[in-house]
């Protein structure tokens, strides 16, 4: 059958009648490909089902947490248990309990954990309670990592190395804006320099310890353990934002990979086992003085939700308990981009191909691509050629070259040689461009 959105591209135009831009998240409409985005009716395993009746092999994964792949039946079997007992109390339940346990025994940095809703609130709390502990106002953060729509963390730098915080985005004050600070990702010397120039001011330095939001980047050696050097020497907290590699890059996160021990850690995604959850937790000294237990206020009327719990619970515990699960999905993350890598050098088409764990991205760069600057001078439309001709072949992945890609536990090794044999299409679409 011939690749038609023809539903879709309806779909789109009603939505965008009444949803701005068509859409709840602005990298879902498709704006720096092109073209109409497929309106997804359902998901299984590796698959996604589009309305127009097109099946994809999916490695967005709705962003990441789908690590399980969709529908997986005992995550669904639990949320049908769930629905039954009530959607929502406002009150404690053992499932928070549970939850908060189960995440302390893969990351023991975390003392305490808070449960929120999403990783824009985690980031948000965290900062107010970094700010609040050490009595400091500045954060720093780093160009191109994400950290969800918080104002202040929507700041980035300009065309400088290090730059003093200009808005991202109308709306954001700039009083606020002024307080961000941000440095190029992996540059040790222009970090150094700012504890230099604004040491005593910095309540926290914020990083996405393997950055995926600018397309996935990998620290250099001994990066992570500077930056955790600095801020100890500074008295200023270090937290890292895991909600994308936390149960994903490794069962501990970053944080395991590279052996480094935050103040602060935030989670989302993976945690959620596909529904609306965020986390943050860290050294128990700092956590306690968040309320009840202390004076940094933060709440929220369904956080700890029994859904969003018992998704996250039953996820957590299939990591945990399944034999061997991660060896097995980073050695088939692995042999999907050895395939991918391997079609590129036939043809002489130039990629950097990062991956860690069951996470990977691809930039059309001949260049090393190991901060944000580097990451923008890959080559977009070579992206979006290749894009495009994935799509078709239904092979569903972020349509942005400046994010990241992801494996699932259901994605079977017919699904990986598919994927190899339509990449092999695709980059040869991208030799074409290049002629
Ligand atoms: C996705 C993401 C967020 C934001 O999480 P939401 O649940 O979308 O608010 C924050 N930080 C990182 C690193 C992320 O990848």
Not at 71 to 77: Q, Y
Not at 134 to 140: L, S
Not at 177 to 197: H, K, M, S
């Amino acid at each position: 059958m011939a690749y038609t959105t023809e539903k879709s591209r309806q779909a789109f135009i009603e939505a965008k009648q009444h949803i701005p831009g068509g859409v709840n998240s602005p990298v879902r409409s498709f704006r720096s490909v092109g073209g109409t985005p497929p309106f997804i009716d359902s998901a299984s395993g590796s698959r996604l089902f589009d309305i127009d009746g097109n099946t994809y092999i999916d490695y967005v994964g709705s962003w990441g947490p789908m690590i399980l792949g969709h529908a997986h039946p005992i995550v669904t079997e639990a949320l049908k248990n769930a629905l039954s007992r009530g959607t929502s109390y406002g009150a404690p339940t053992l499932l928070e309990t549970e939850l908060a346990q189960r995440i302390k025994a893969v990351f023991p940095s975390m003392e305490l954990v808070r449960m929120v809703n999403s990783g824009t609130e985690a980031t948000m709390s965290v900062m107010r309670l970094a700010r609040a502990f050490t009595n400091r106002k500045k954060i720093v953060k780093f160009a191109g990592c994400y950290h969800g729509h918080n104002d202040g963390l929507l700041a980035k730098a300009g065309s400088g190395a290090t730059t003093l915080g200009i808005p991202d985005s109308p709306g954001v004050p700039e009083s606020i804006a002024a307080i961000t600070i941000t440095v190029a990702y992996n540059d040790v010397p222009g970090l150094t320099e700012i504890f230099r120039q604004h040491g005593e001011d910095i309540a926290a330095v914020i990083i996405e310890p393997v950055p995926g939001n600018m397309g996935m980047v990998l620290p250099r050696e001994n990066y992570l353990a500077s930056v955790r050097k600095l801020t100890a020497e500074y008295g200023a907290l270090l937290i890292f934002d895991e909600v994308m590699s936390g149960f994903r890059v490794a069962h501990g996160g970053a944080q395991e990979v590279f052996e480094i021990v935050p103040d602060l850690t935030c989670l989302g995604k993976v945690i959620g086992g596909g529904l609306p959850v965020g986390a943050y937790g860290g050294r128990r000294d700092i956590m306690e003085w968040i309320a009840p237990a202390g004076p940094v206020y933060q709440a929220g009327t369904l956080s700890g939700n029994p859904l969003a719990m018992t998704a996250g619970i039953a996820t957590l515990k299939l990591l945990a308990e399944t034999t061997e699960f991660y060896k097995i999905i980073n050695e088939k993350t692995a042999n999907l981009c050895d395939g991918i890598r391997q079609e590129a050098d036939k043809l002489g088409v130039k990629l950097q191909l990062h991956r860690l764990g069951s996470m990977f991205s691809l930039f059309f760069s001949d260049k090393l691509v190991y901060d944000y600057d580097s990451a923008k001078k890959s080559d977009v439309s070579a992206f979006n050629i290749y894009f495009h001709a994935m799509l078709e072949q239904g092979i569903y992945s972020a349509p942005s070259q400046f994010e990241a890609a992801f494996m699932s536990a259901a994605h079977t090794e017919e699904d990986i040689k598919a994927t190899i044999a339509a990449s092999a299409v695709a980059l040869r679409k991208v030799k074409e461009y290049y002629k």
